[in-house]
């Protein structure tokens, strides 16, 4: 199934979604490192890598809702989108909450500003598989010859074994 919003052919939802992905990610990685090494550089670079993932998040939210409504009613890819973008959504909430419970940058950030980004990530994982199984497995954002009732890859013994030729 074709994304509502392309750009030069290609999704734009799927074109965006890096930024926020990485960016959050990165931002974790700030706080691990900020957790071994107490350099308060860590800590400022985690504060601004999520304020960057959060508005990337917010640009690339539309676009995944707009695409979300051209999917028909009562398909797998349906239920699949929507449990993508509320945890989505819930990614989005635990990072801001994250971001705002950080004061000052330069400081040691508080454990529970630690503990929603640590969660924020986790989730993130799930639903960035979610994304991809649209993707990967319902051909979302990829051609109108989408499979969307196809199964999940977690129950499909032959996942990844076989070739779709084009005509």
């Given at each position: 199934?074709?994304?509502?919003?392309?750009?030069?052919?290609?999704?734009?939802?799927?074109?965006?979604?890096?930024?926020?992905?990485?960016?959050?990610?990165?931002?974790?990685?700030?706080?691990?490192?900020?957790?071994?090494?107490?350099?308060?550089?860590?800590?400022?670079?985690?504060?601004?890598?999520?304020?960057?993932?959060?508005?990337?998040?917010?640009?690339?939210?539309?676009?995944?809702?707009?695409?979300w409504t051209k999917i028909p009613i009562g398909t797998r890819a349906k239920r699949v989108g929507a449990v993508h973008g509320i945890g989505n959504g819930v990614v989005i909430v635990l990072f801001l909450c994250s971001w705002l419970l950080r004061n000052d940058p330069s400081h040691v950030p508080p454990?529970?500003?630690?503990?929603?980004?640590?969660?924020?990530?986790?989730?993130?994982?799930?639903?960035?598989?979610?994304?991809?199984?649209?993707?990967?497995?319902?051909?979302?954002?990829?051609?109108?010859?989408?499979?969307?009732?196809?199964?999940?890859?977690?129950?499909?013994?032959?996942?990844?074994?076989?070739?779709?030729?084009?005509?």
């Amino acid at each position: 199934m074709e994304s509502r919003v392309n750009l030069l052919g290609h999704s734009v939802h799927q074109m965006l979604v890096v930024f926020p992905l990485g960016l959050l990610a990165t931002s974790v990685i700030f706080d691990l490192l900020f957790l071994a090494n107490r350099e308060p550089e860590m800590a400022i670079a985690a504060y601004w890598t999520q304020a960057a993932g959060l508005i990337g998040g917010l640009v690339a939210a539309p676009f995944g809702l707009l695409d979300w409504t051209k999917i028909p009613i009562g398909t797998r890819a349906k239920r699949v989108g929507a449990v993508h973008g509320i945890g989505n959504g819930v990614v989005i909430v635990l990072f801001l909450c994250s971001w705002l419970l950080r004061n000052d940058p330069s400081h040691v950030p508080p454990a529970l500003a630690l503990l929603l980004s640590f969660s924020g990530a986790a989730l993130a994982f799930i639903t960035g598989w979610l994304g991809g199984e649209l993707v990967a497995r319902h051909g979302m954002g990829v051609h109108n010859n989408a499979g969307l009732d196809a199964p999940s890859s977690l129950h499909d013994p032959h996942h990844g074994t076989h070739v779709r030729h084009q005509p």
